[in-house]
């Protein structure tokens, strides 16, 4: 006979009366009429049963569990390990989530704070004018609203020529000098033909009669009263060409007129030839002169742009051309180097002078602020001509009048360093309104990063500026 359990147990609400083993069938009670068949056990719903057991290691183990009932003997399936749905798991992988999330968003803002900036693009203002001759003034005493400079460059080049033409001569070579007198304050005067003398003893005469002004003392200092002449040389022949330096009165010598008054060379002797020499012809003489108006010309004018300082402005026209040339030298064979020389004397005008000069011309009542942010680039380009066609340059000019004519383009270039600070830290609806106050503002433009900003970085380093 089975072993009965009988133990009543309660999980969770379902009460079971009587549990068999595995395996195990119940009987009924004998009887002397013919058993009936008994019938199959309907198959029962699996009912899980969660029961308090130790958490070692569990075990799943499927039983199949009969129940003895009135009417049938029920099957049932039970776990020996119960199972309970853990919903905290999922909750706090939620709030891990969430967090990071929380976490990621927060970094990414606070990145785009830190880096925050703001990029303006600005187009300038422009406006073309037409000037026709109008007048300025300059000078080099401050006297005029223009400053110029004095630029006076000289140079010599050889021109190497073959002559054919020759002469027997007997020429005395000439020059210039300054005399000058520290002897008395009254004036001292010579006669032509005075004779005088180099430092290496040759002898020369003044090719006519001056008057030597007596000195004047300034602050305490003599100034030698001077004045220049020619002189020749006492004989024929190349001896005499160069360029001696001291010249002293011969009729002074013994007297104290004789170191008192003395001779300075202003400009080399030459010319001086004797005997069989040679000379340029007519076509020689074209062909030197049309080299020193054209390339040696073109070479001294380079040079004299090489040495123009920054900030200055040379016209073509603003210059006086003088050259020399020896076209007139005997040389002692056919094979000649020919030297030509020459100097430009040119004015130079402040190129920063010329610009305010020309924009309070055209814009006599323009304010200061948009004074200071207008300037000319292409000045350069402009016909500039002196008011005297015939103005001579040289170390004695202080003013000079010209004209100018031509077409210049306006250029407004607003102060981005101040323009940086007046949009600190504003809205970025604000912009319009202080880009429109600038008048030499055309258009404009401005990003902000990060997008969701609206107001432009109060670190005014962090607003870049682009001037188109």
């Known amino acids: 006979m089975a072993k009965k359990v009988m133990e009543d147990m309660k999980s969770k609400g379902v009460r079971i009366t009587r549990i068999l083993k595995e395996d195990t069938k119940v009987e009924a009670p004998k009887s002397k009429t013919k058993p009936k068949p008994e019938p199959k056990p309907e198959p029962v719903e699996q009912v899980k049963v969660s029961m308090d057991i130790k958490k070692e290691e569990p075990v799943k183990r499927e039983t ?75 000078s080099n005493d401050g006297s005029a609203p223009i400053a110029f400079e004095l630029m006076i460059v000289s140079n010599e080049e050889y021109k190497d020529v073959t002559l054919t033409q020759s002469q027997d001569v007997s020429i005395k ?34 090719d006519k009669a001056v008057s030597i002004p007596g000195y004047k003392t300034v ?43 003395y001779g300075k060379l202003k400009t080399p002797l030459a010319g001086g030839a004797q005997g069989l020499v040679y000379a340029l012809n007519s076509d020689d003489k074209g062909s030197i002169t049309a080299f020193a108006q054209s390339t040696f ?30 076209t007139e030298k005997l040389f002692p064979d056919t094979k000649a180097k020919v030297k030509t020389s020459g100097t430009v004397s040119a004015i130079i005008l402040n190129e920063n002078d010329l610009s305010n000069a020309i924009v309070k011309t055209l814009q006599p009542k ?29 170390k004695d000019v202080k003013s000079v009048s010209f004209n100018l004519s031509g077409a210049v383009n306006a250029i407004w270039t607003p102060d981005i360093s101040q323009l ?33 900003q609206s107001y432009l ?12």
């Open 297 to 326: 010309k073109s070479n001294l004018l380079k040079k004299v742009d090489a040495q123009v300082p920054p900030g200055y402005i040379l016209y073509p026209n603003a210059l006086n051309f003088s050259y020399d040339t020896e």
């Open 219 to 261: 602050d305490g200092k003599v100034v030698p009263g001077q004045v220049s002449v020619g002189i020749t040389a006492f004989l024929a022949g190349d001896t005499y060409n160069g360029s001696p330096t001291d010249f002293t009165i011969n009729g002074f010598k013994g007297t104290a007129k004789f170191q008192k008054i």
């Open 64 to 138: 199949k569990v009969y129940i003895n009932t009135s009417e049938r003997v029920q099957e049932q399936k039970l776990y020996s390990t119960p199972q309970v749905k853990r919903k905290e798991g999922w909750v706090r992988k939620r709030f891990l989530i969430l967090l990071l999330v929380s976490i990621f968003i927060t970094g990414v803002y606070a990145l785009c704070e830190r880096f925050q900036n703001a990029n303006i693009t600005i187009v300038a203002k422009h406006q073309s004018y037409n000037l026709d001759k109008i007048a300025f003034n300059a």
């Open 420 to 452: 940086q600070s007046s949009v600190a830290g504003v809205r970025k609806a604000d912009l319009i309104s202080i880009f429109k106050s600038d008048p030499g503002i055309a258009s404009a433009t401005a990003k902000i990063f990060p997008p969701w």
């Open 366 to 394: 323009i304010s200061d602020r948009e004074f200071k942010e207008i300037s000319i680039p292409d000045m350069p380009k402009l016909a500039f001509n002196f008011k005297d066609a015939g103005q001579l340059i040289n």
């Open 173 to 206: 070579a000439k020059g210039e000098i300054t005399l000058y007198n520290e002897n008395s304050t009254k004036a001292q005067s010579l006669a032509i033909h005075t004779f005088i003398s180099d430092s290496t003893g040759k002898t020369y005469q003044i």
């Open 457 to 468: 970085p109060e670190d005014s380093s962090k607003i870049k500026i682009n001037l188109k």
